[in-house]
């Protein structure tokens, strides 16, 4: 069969040839190049000559290259223009995949090579970033159990298969538990407040389950606007009754008894692999590179942010006083929040959405990064692609190519919810020069309609911001090893670059030059920037809490402190305390609901939003000083986002910042200190 992914791409810049590609071409291509990549692994198996740098850490990082590309091809297809067969195929391609990495990782000879480069050589003798990649490949093997004895190892496979089976019965048990709650109303008088939008949903939930008037569930969709806008107290109370109760019921679906399991195995697997604790293992990847530096963080932010929290919630229960309730409970949160913010500012998303047709926030942000950087976008009608929809930009810097992007903004069939960067090819450099990478930002903004363009809520407008950050991490890459290059950076670090550009968003200056109407060209009136300004630091100092509350739950469990004779209803809310700002609700947890630490990947890892947000706030900072476009500066950040993972972040940022992160600019901003 005629594959194109089996033979040298002909295209511009050897991008995707998406004309020619069929799903039949997918799996005989990702079979062959499984293949092929595993002959590249066998041959520096059994090189004769003696392991070194070259013919092993760095072999390792250049096999399987059109491997990659084939499967990113596949996955990025899957994600943003799926079909069933597509989506057949994904279930029968991901444990083929997901097998060729771990021969790879379990590879004992292969292993044996690096452990010698990584024991024998000088390190003096490399550079840098070879020393990095060494380290990097090095602790990739040893943090999967490679040095461990025979019997260890086994022990290690039993506890990962138990993790895997109690972490996917966690997260059954609580979809389980959100399917099983529904409110069903009969009656108008028990909507009040409710909006049409939210009402109309409600509807058809009802319909869906063959009921008379509305539904509402445990579904963030549903929950959320519940909570915010309806009037009647004792609904949202069972409401939030029933979601915080979650897993936590007498039944078969209790996740305490899991929740120990899975804490006490990550305790062993830790152990067994030398580190005293979960967070100490997984810490050591990240640039927080240790639970005291974490909880150290946390507590700090703590200190700093409650005082404020605590007068916000003052005026919320000023508000609540009004209606009677003397007591605010946390199931009143949200609803006298939302009444609070409407009195503040009166900002109406709609009214807004006029003043940012699609084109011209792209144009804004393409003109931001060609301020920054010196980039240049220009629209390519001669790329392959595999939507209409999707638009083609050749990146120039200084006249030469520098990046592929492509941009695919509107929700199909066919497309996953939500907003995404990705790559079709990464960046690396040959004997030759350098591999450019192929990137993408895919999105659901409402597509033009008639004359109408693509108009995005202020909220889509960031977004946008956000997913072009990490995007011009991939674009700007420069490094010599993909393993290294662009986003392939510790976790707590990755989102620098994309929470940075949502800066630029809230800057009158530059909101001014772009925020116009799409029919008149009128600018948005300075009221109006300003109420959003001023709205994007509402209940920050309780947003603060709440987050702070999950990121020290996680630590605790992750640390070790859970005792066998404490219910986990009784830990929690020891641990939470100082970060609660309403009174207790008894019989309630998050614990066992709490999906990012005990399902998700997340655990010993929740403190990293509070932390990205410190270091996107600390570094725009440093443009605030010196001026938001300020050539210099961004020349400096300009090296750390081509940087990648070839330095270790808090060098890296130093290097940038001429110091540490501290939190202060973040406090500022989110207005929690004068
Ligand atoms: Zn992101």
């Not at 409650?306 to 009677?324: M, S, T, Y």
């Not at 950076?489 to 109407?517: G, I, T």
Request: with cysteine.
């Amino acid at each position: 069969m005629d594959n194109p992914f089996l033979k040298p791409f002909t295209t511009p810049f050897d991008c995707v040839p998406f004309e020619l590609i069929k799903t039949e071409h997918f799996k005989p291509a990702i079979l062959q190049l499984i293949a092929a990549a595993k002959q590249e692994i066998d041959t520096i198996v059994d090189n004769p000559d003696p392991a070194d740098f070259v013919n092993t850490i760095a072999a390792m990082d250049r096999a399987g290259k059109q491997l990659s590309i084939a499967s990113a091809t596949f996955f990025n297809l899957d994600a943003a223009e799926t079909t069933d067969e597509i989506q057949q195929l994904a279930q029968e391609l991901s444990p083929i995949l997901a097998e060729y990495s771990n021969d790879i990782m379990l590879n004992e000879r292969l292993f044996q090579r690096v452990k010698q480069v990584h024991d024998e050589v000088d390190t003096a003798s490399l550079s840098p970033e070879e020393t990095r990649l060494l380290d990097k490949t090095y602790k990739g093997f040893a943090r999967n159990g490679a040095l461990l004895s025979v019997e260890n190892k086994d022990k290690l496979r039993e506890i990962d298969k138990q993790l895997a089976t109690l972490t996917m019965k966690f997260s059954q048990n609580v979809l389980q538990e959100t399917n099983a709650y529904q409110l069903h109303i009969k009656t108008d008088e028990q909507l009040a407040g409710l909006p049409e939008s939210i009402l109309s949903a409600a509807k058809t939930a009802a319909k869906q389950r063959n009921l008379e008037g509305w539904v509402f569930t445990l579904h963030f969709p549903s929950f959320v606007p519940f909570m915010k806008y309806a009037a009647n107290r004792e609904l949202r109370k069972e409401l939030y009754l029933a979601s915080a109760t979650r897993a936590l019921k007498d039944n078969e679906y209790n996740n305490e008894g899991i929740v120990r399991d899975i804490v006490e195995l990550r305790h062993s697997r830790a152990k067994l692999l030398g580190y005293g604790t979960h967070a100490d293992f997984v810490l050591q990847e990240r640039m927080a590179s240790s639970p005291t530096i974490v909880l150290d963080f946390l507590k700090n932010l703590l200190v700093k942010a409650k005082p404020h929290a605590q007068q916000e919630i003052v005026q919320l229960k000023a508000l609540a006083a009004k209606d009677g309730v003397s007591e605010v409970m946390p199931y009143d949160h949200a609803y006298y929040a939302e009444k609070l913010r409407e009195a503040t500012y009166d900002l109406s998303e709609e009214a807004l959405k006029p003043y940012f047709p699609l084109p011209q926030v792209l144009e804004a942000a393409f003109d931001a990064a060609s301020r920054l950087y010196g980039l240049v976008f220009e629209l390519r009608k001669d790329i392959p692609k595999y939507h209409d929809e999707v638009a083609v930009y050749e990146v120039l810097e200084n006249g030469r190519h520098k990046a592929l992007l492509y941009t695919d903004w509107h929700p199909r069939e066919g497309k996953r919810a939500g907003a995404w960067m990705t790559s079709y090819r990464g960046q690396w450099t040959e004997d030759s020069g350098q591999v450019r990478p192929h990137i993408s930002i895919v999105c659901n903004f409402s597509r033009p309609a008639g004359d109408t363009p693509s108009l995005l809520t202020f909220n889509e407008v960031t977004t946008l911001f956000h997913e072009f950050g990490h995007a011009l991490h991939g674009m700007l890459a420069d490094t010599i090893y993909e393993s290294l290059s662009g986003t392939n950076v510790y976790w707590d670090f990755v989102e620098l670059p994309s929470q940075f550009m949502e800066n630029y968003c809230y800057e009158k200056e530059f909101l001014r030059s772009f925020a116009r109407h799409y029919q008149t060209g009128e600018a948005l009136p300075e009221t109006e920037i300003d109420k959003i300004v001023a709205a994007s630091n509402f209940m920050e100092g309780y947003q603060t809490m709440r987050q702070l509350s999950f990121g020290l739950l996680d630590m605790a469990y992750h640390t070790g402190k859970l005792d066998a004779g404490t219910a986990i209803e009784r830990f929690e809310k020891d641990i939470v305390q100082e970060t609660q700002l309403y009174p207790d609700v008894p019989g309630t947890a998050q614990t066992p609901s709490f999906s990012h630490i005990f399902a998700g990947g997340y655990s010993a890892g929740y403190y990293s939003y509070k932390w990205a947000e410190v270091l996107d706030a600390d570094a725009f900072s440093y443009f605030k000083e010196t001026g938001i476009f300020n050539p210099d500066t961004a020349a400096k950040f300009k090296i750390l986002l081509a940087s990648g993972g070839t330095v270790d972040p808090m060098e890296l940022y130093i290097q940038f910042r001429g110091r540490k992160p501290e939190p202060e600019a973040l406090l500022k901003r989110a207005g929690l200190i004068g």
